[in-house]
Each structure stands twice: as structure tokens, then as C-alpha cells.
């Protein structure tokens, strides 16, 4: 298992917004910070795509695209699909859930009073923001929070007051509906004292985090205000060298003639150096700056080879994923199956609760079915095929029985609603690689349960068509059809056959073929 599963870290959880590309403001005042905390936090970091519509729900035309560039972003400057859980908002609907049950209980006045909420509603005066979506921005992002159960949320100052108005929310909803959780129904005693109630023992239902100040360097923009996209005088994490140069040596200084004395402080070239370069540079542009002995045209050649020396390997590694476009699906999938783990396991415990009723066994299966199956370790004791055949399949069957009822027929064999005659067979990874033995009799479709090293149960669902074009294609031996699937490399799982390989991880969990 992998580092981020280490449970024991406190949990860290943050958000942007899908501004488009990040720029160098973004990645020191937040991005940088990040990468640090993936390697000694359990960090959850998403992207805000719901957020973006509070404000920009009038041209959605750029939300995917801009969360495609801010993972880029992301992965380019080093944050690692294994070291933290990394999604996108919109992908784990627990969020949306969880947010309606809080507009229940927050008064409006919470919202209104928030700071930005009037600021935002002024900087922004073209805007139409007198929406629900909008008054209810820093609700959703108390549950965004709440959710995860966070401890900390390393924001910068202008988040502060929504941590605040999160914490406010949780002890809200706490007072509400104390925990039900479990064991809540016992009575505690202590010798002859009086029962303890057991909201009082239980852990609260929801966590107040705490705010995670981001120090953040001062960067000016190139024109000397804010570095802010809007104002176009930001420099971007995967800007191009030769826009870079352009851009550094375009750029507003501190000394408007070659004779006045600078301060570096407040020159965007000189925040440059005091981020990216080494101490020595650094010490020698101050004191030429300040005293009026260099040039800025020897300290902006400086500044370009600095970052440059920083950004080339974050836009390359940027170009890499950018290529990949399969690979950047398949790390926002897995984020999205991590979040929502987590996320409704809260949503499990608030919905209980809340009262609400307990959903109904199809949805419990669907549920279900998104969290892992394991194969018991008892496995490893069995004694006969039969017996290991029949510890993989008994959780898998009971799950798909839920779903798509599945009647019984000769051993390994079942018959489904729809008449379809599935085989059902079992393996062990041995390299990463399964090999399934099965004797030589139509079927419509082949279920594939392939336990991992970590027992972990893969299920594949091969669908007739596949079934029927490659039968005769699987190897045969001693009358038995053998096949064999492997993880390649780039993680893909393939099925042999004398043909070539078929790529088949699209099935895993793919159940329509059972109907
Ligand atoms: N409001 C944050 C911003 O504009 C983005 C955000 C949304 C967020 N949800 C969050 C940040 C949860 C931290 C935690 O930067
Ligand atoms: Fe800016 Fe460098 Fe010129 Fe000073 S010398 S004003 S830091 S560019």
C-alpha cells in the first residue's frame, strides 16, 4: 500500500477553483505548500469545478477544459497521484448531499455576513451574484471540508473567515443530530454514578478542522499590481521559456532610471529572485539594486535564468501527462473512488443521524459496489480448488445477488435473469498475472475474480460479444480452456489470446452483462 493510506497522518484537505492554467502566484502561495504536506499528511486535494459555477455560471464553455489544466498543473509541478488523493468536486455528489442538509440548519445571516460575499458581490459588479448558488458559496465549502473530516486546511488569509463559518456550521450540525454512531444506545455507568448519555461519549458526528495558514512570498505581478490573471501581468507555472524571457524583461522595475536606487521588495523581478534564486544571486542583486551598481537588465537576465532553472522541469514533466490522456482519466478516477470512499462513510453516519430512513438493499448494493471486496485469508488454508473457489466468490456473489439475481445451474455456472449462462472463476495473482482454468462448454458470459496480492478481489465481467469472438482464441490444454490476464506495465489489464492482447479493465465491476 501506498504512503497515502497512512492513517494515522492528520488528514489535510484543500480546494481551487478551475481558474484555467495556475500561475506563479498560485503555485507559491499554494501549490508549493501542498507538495510538502503529501509527503507527512493524508491530503485530499480537489478541484472546485461546482465553486466556479457560483460566479461563472453564465459561460460554463471553459469549467472542463480549465480543470484539465489545473491537474496538469498540479502533476507538473510534483504532486503525486500516490502520495494524495487528488479529484475533481463534481465527480463525488456526497458534497452536494451534504451541502443541501446544511442549508437546513444555517441561518441566512451566517452567509450574508461572511466577508466575501458582499466584496465579491462589488468587485464583481457585472455579475449578477444575488443567487442562491452564490449566498451559499462558503456552505459548500464547509462541506467540502466537514466531509473528509479534515484537521487542517492550509488556505491563505482570504479563506480564513470560510474555515470559520465551517467550524461554526460543524457545531451546528453537531448539536443537532449528536452521533448515532455506534454503541450510541448503551447506556454507560460508572459504578454508582449516573449513566453517562451516550452523545456525550461518542465522538462528534462532524470534526472542526483547523485553519493551516499558507505563508505565502510576495510575487508583484509584471506591471507592479497583484499578480492576478484578470489583470493580465501574471507569469504562468508552464509558461514557455521564450515568453518567460519576453515577459521578465518587459516587466515594470523598481528604477525608473538607470541612476535611481531600487528595492527589490517592490520590484516583480526582484520577488522573482527573492523566490527563485540561490542566496548568493540574491545577495548580489540586493545590494546592486540598492545601491544603484547593476543594471536591470543584467538582474532580469538573472531573474529568466532562475526560473527557468525551476519551471523547465515542471513544464516537461507538464507535456508528459498532456500526452497521456489515459493516464490523466485514470488518476482522476481512482481520486474520485478514494474520495467517495471516505465521503460516504461520513455521509453513512450523518444520514443516521439526521433520521433519515435507510436506503433501500438495491442501493446499499450499489454502494456497495464501490467499495473493495476482499478475499478472506482463510484462503490461503484451504484445502481443495472447491473450497478456494467458494471463499473468492461467496462476498462477490452476495453482492451481485442484490443487483442481478443469478440462479444456480452446474458447478461455476449460473443462469441470469435474461437466460445468459455465466461462468464464474476464480485466481491468484501470481506476478501479476491470473491464469483461470475452465473445461470447454459455451457460455454467454465469463466472470474473471482475480485476487491480488493484497486479496483484494478484481472482478471482470466479460460481456458476450467479447466472450464469442475470442473462445476459440483462448489456450487449450488437456481439453481445459486456460486464460490468462496480466497487469501491463502502464497498469492496463489484458487478456491473452492467440491474437494478441484485449484490454479488458473496462469490465471490472461492469455488471450490465449479468441482467
Ligand atoms: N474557496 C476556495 C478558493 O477560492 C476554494 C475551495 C473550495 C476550498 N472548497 C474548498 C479551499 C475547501 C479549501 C477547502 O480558493
Ligand atoms: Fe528590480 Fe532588479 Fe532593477 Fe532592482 S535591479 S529594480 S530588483 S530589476
Same mark, same amino acid.
Given at each position: 500500500? #501506498?504512503?497515502?493510506?497512512?492513517?494515522?497522518?492528520?488528514?489535510?484537505?484543500? @480546494?481551487?477553483?478551475?481558474?484555467?492554467?495556475?500561475?506563479?502566484?498560485?503555485?507559491?502561495?499554494?501549490?508549493?505548500?501542498?507538495?510538502?504536506?503529501?509527503?507527512?499528511?493524508?491530503?485530499?486535494?480537489?478541484?472546485?469545478?461546482?465553486?466556479?459555477?457560483? #460566479?461563472?455560471?453564465?459561460?460554463?464553455?471553459?469549467?472542463?477544459?480549465?480543470?484539465?489544466?489545473?491537474?496538469?498543473?498540479?502533476?507538473?509541478?510534483?504532486?503525486?497521484?500516490?502520495?494524495?488523493?487528488? $479529484?475533481?468536486?463534481?465527480?463525488?455528489?456526497?458534497?452536494?448531499?451534504?451541502?443541501?442538509?446544511?442549508?437546513?440548519?444555517?441561518?441566512? @445571516?451566517?452567509?450574508?455576513?461572511?466577508? #466575501?460575499?458582499?466584496?465579491?458581490?462589488?468587485?464583481?459588479?457585472?455579475?449578477?451574484?444575488?443567487?442562491?448558488?452564490?449566498?451559499?458559496?462558503?456552505?459548500?465549502?464547509?462541506?467540502?471540508?466537514?466531509?473528509?473530516?479534515?484537521?487542517?486546511?492550509?488556505?491563505?488569509?482570504?479563506?480564513?473567515?470560510?474555515?470559520?463559518?465551517?467550524?461554526?456550521?460543524?457545531?451546528?450540525?453537531?448539536? $443537532?443530530?449528536?452521533?448515532?454512531?455506534? @454503541?450510541?444506545?448503551?447506556?454507560?455507568?460508572?459504578?454508582?454514578?449516573?449513566?453517562?448519555?451516550?452523545?456525550?461519549?461518542?465522538?462528534?458526528?462532524?470534526?472542526?478542522?483547523?485553519?493551516?495558514?499558507?505563508?505565502?512570498?510576495?510575487?508583484l505581478g509584471t506591471d507592479k499590481r497583484k499578480m492576478s490573471k484578470s489583470y493580465g501581468n501574471a507569469i504562468f507555472l508552464s509558461e514557455e521559456a521564450s515568453s518567460l524571457a519576453e515577459k521578465i524583461n518587459n516587466s515594470v522595475t523598481d528604477r525608473p532610471k538607470l541612476t535611481d536606487k531600487g528595492n527589490p521588495?517592490?520590484?516583480?523581478?526582484?520577488?522573482?529572485?527573492?523566490?527563485?534564486?540561490?542566496?548568493?544571486?540574491?545577495?548580489?542583486?540586493?545590494? @546592486?539594486?540598492?545601491?544603484?551598481?547593476?543594471?536591470?537588465?543584467?538582474?532580469?537576465?538573472?531573474?529568466?535564468?532562475?526560473?527557468?532553472?525551476?519551471?523547465?522541469?515542471?513544464?516537461?514533466?507538464?507535456?508528459? $501527462?498532456?500526452?497521456?490522456?489515459?493516464?490523466?482519466?485514470?488518476i482522476v478516477r481512482q481520486g474520485e473512488q478514494q474520495a467517495r470512499e471516505t465521503a460516504e462513510k461520513t455521509m453513512h453516519a450523518v444520514r443516521d443521524a439526521v433520521g433519515l430512513l435507510a436506503e433501500t438493499q438495491v442501493q446499499l448494493a450499489r454502494e456497495e459496489s464501490q467499495t473493495r471486496l476482499r478475499v478472506p485469508q482463510a484462503v490461503t488454508s484451504a484445502k481443495t480448488e472447491d473450497e478456494r473457489w467458494g471463499l473468492r466468490t461467496a462476498g462477490w456473489l452476495e453482492r451481485i445477488g442484490k443487483v442481478h439475481p443469478l440462479r444456480r445451474d452446474r458447478p461455476r455456472t449460473f443462469i441470469t435473469q435474461k437466460s445468459r449462462k455465466v461462468g464464474v472463476h476464480t485466481a491468484a495473482e501470481q506476478n501479476g498475472s491470473w491464469m483461470f482454468r475452465l473445461q470447454d462448454r459455451a457460455l454467454n458470459v465469463l466472470v474473471l475474480l482475480a485476487q491480488d496480492n493484497d486479496f483484494y478481489l478484481h472482478d471482470y465481467v466479460l460481456p458476450p460479444k467479447l466472450v464469442q469472438d475470442h473462445w476459440k482464441q483462448f489456450e487449450r490444454a488437456d481439453g481445459d480452456i486456460v486464460i490468462k490476464i496480466r497487469k501491463s506495465p502502464a497498469g492496463d489489464v489484458l487478456l491473452s489470446t492467440k491474437n494478441g492482447d484485449v484490454p479488458i479493465q473496462q469490465y471490472e465491476g461492469d455488471y450490465s452483462a449479468l441482467q
Open positions: 500500500m #501506498t504512503q497515502k493510506h497512512g492513517n494515522l497522518r492528520p488528514r489535510v484537505l484543500s @480546494g481551487m477553483r478551475p481558474t484555467g492554467k495556475l500561475h506563479l502566484g498560485n503555485y507559491v502561495g499554494a501549490l508549493q505548500n501542498w507538495i510538502k504536506l503529501q509527503d507527512t499528511h493524508n491530503c485530499f486535494f480537489f478541484i472546485a469545478d461546482w465553486h466556479a459555477l457560483t #460566479t461563472d455560471y453564465d459561460d460554463t464553455s471553459r469549467v472542463a477544459a480549465n480543470t484539465i489544466d489545473v491537474l496538469l498543473d498540479w502533476l507538473g509541478a510534483g504532486l503525486d497521484p500516490e502520495k494524495c488523493t487528488m $479529484f475533481v468536486q463534481s465527480h463525488v455528489k456526497q458534497h452536494a448531499e451534504l451541502h443541501l442538509l446544511f442549508s437546513m440548519v444555517t441561518p441566512l @445571516g451566517w452567509l450574508e455576513r461572511v466577508p #466575501t460575499y458582499k466584496e465579491q458581490q462589488q468587485n464583481l459588479a457585472t455579475k449578477d451574484l444575488s443567487t442562491y448558488g452564490f449566498l451559499g458559496y462558503p456552505l459548500l465549502q464547509a462541506a467540502d471540508i466537514l466531509i473528509y473530516q479534515a484537521d487542517f486546511v492550509p488556505v491563505g488569509e482570504d479563506q480564513v473567515a470560510h474555515v470559520e463559518l465551517t467550524r461554526e456550521v460543524a457545531r451546528r450540525f453537531n448539536n $443537532f443530530f449528536p452521533s448515532s454512531g455506534p @454503541g450510541s444506545n448503551i447506556a454507560f455507568t460508572r459504578g454508582d454514578a449516573q449513566p453517562i448519555p451516550a452523545s456525550v461519549m461518542a465522538e462528534p458526528l462532524l470534526k472542526e478542522p483547523h485553519v493551516l495558514l499558507t505563508r505565502t512570498p510576495k510575487l521588495d517592490r520590484c516583480p523581478v526582484g520577488n522573482l529572485h527573492q523566490i527563485f534564486s540561490d542566496a548568493e544571486r540574491l545577495a548580489y542583486i540586493t545590494r @546592486g539594486c540598492t545601491q544603484a551598481t547593476i543594471t536591470c537588465v543584467e538582474c532580469k537576465a538573472l531573474a529568466v535564468e532562475s526560473v527557468e532553472a525551476h519551471l523547465n522541469p515542471i513544464r516537461e514533466r507538464r507535456k508528459q $501527462f498532456a500526452g497521456q490522456p489515459e493516464l490523466l482519466e485514470k
